[in-house]
């Protein structure tokens, strides 16, 4: 993965207006490998991560375990054993561009799959529903990390009108949506697939919010007591943000969600 190798250039800027720069950045050999360890010499330690690299044994420290660039993976396993995924080494899921994950402590797992989910028919006000109830457990490990998990069940219903259409057929749906400052009236055309795949992609945008959430409260305490006494607290901080996410959500406001009427096309193009 090499994503720690990325180097950056110190500058320390003086009250005069003057600038030094420490570890300065040194050509790239012609002929070296991009994965090769760098001479760290003159360099500075603290890399694209902004965590330091020991030149000695070419491993990255993250104050919790150790990752080696050249594996891409921890030299250590993960404390929280499975709760963070069935491979005990991997670094922040095989996505270091896209998760963060300060100490390992903290798994988001939802179920089912989102693409290809199952969906049921209901009389809604509205051409389909998605719903994603969740559940926060907090516990204290062996080396007194707070260690939170966040369980989410994942479901779509598409109006009762769309049993026995084809995908494809578009609909009229006219109904009252509220907002702020009153009501009025939405008129929406769409198929059954394209409802569908708006209510997956509101699933996607939620899943990946509670995601973002979780990295922001990860904590490692010097006793099993301060950790014990600060799990109520953590389980009433992470289901009130949940809650702020959801109602975004429900408003077609977090980074992520659909916009508000448009169909979408469902996620892999999989219909179940």
Wanted: glycine share 6%; aromatic share 10%; charged share 30%.
């Amino acid at each position: 993965m090499g994503c720690p190798r990325l180097k950056t250039e110190n500058w320390v800027f003086l009250r005069g207006g003057e600038k030094h720069l420490l570890f300065p950045r040194k050509p790239r050999e012609k002929n070296r490998s991009r994965s090769a360890p760098a001479e760290m010499d003159d360099e500075c330690p603290f890399l694209f991560s902004s965590e330091y690299l020991d030149s000695e044994t070419n491993l990255v420290y993250y104050n919790y375990r150790y990752y080696s660039p050249e594996l891409g993976r921890w030299t250590k396993r993960d404390s929280i054993e499975e709760e963070g995924g069935k491979n005990l080494y991997r670094f922040t899921s095989n996505n270091p561009i896209f998760t963060i994950d300060i100490y390992g402590l903290i798994a988001v797992n939802h179920s089912p799959k989102i693409q290809g989910i199952p969906y049921t028919y209901a009389d809604l006000p509205s051409p389909g529903r998605a719903s994603y109830p969740w559940t926060v457990a907090c516990v204290c490990s062996k080396e007194c990390g707070l260690v939170c998990t966040i369980d989410i069940t994942l479901s779509i219903k598409l109006h009762s009108r769309f049993q026995g259409v084809r995908d494809t057929d578009i609909l009229k749906f006219k109904y009252k949506a509220k907002t702020k400052i009153g009501s009025f009236i939405q008129i929406i055309k769409t198929s059954k697939r394209g409802a569908y795949g708006h209510e997956q992609k509101h699933l996607t945008s939620f899943v990946t919010e509670a995601k973002k959430l979780t990295t922001s409260y990860e904590r490692v305490y010097d006793t099993i007591d301060d950790c014990n006494v600060a799990i109520p607290k953590a389980e009433k901080y992470l289901n009130t943000k949940l809650g702020d996410i959801s109602r975004k959500e429900k408003s077609h406001k977090n980074d992520g969600s659909p916009v508000n009427g448009k169909p979408e096309e469902p996620v892999g193009g999989v219909m179940p």
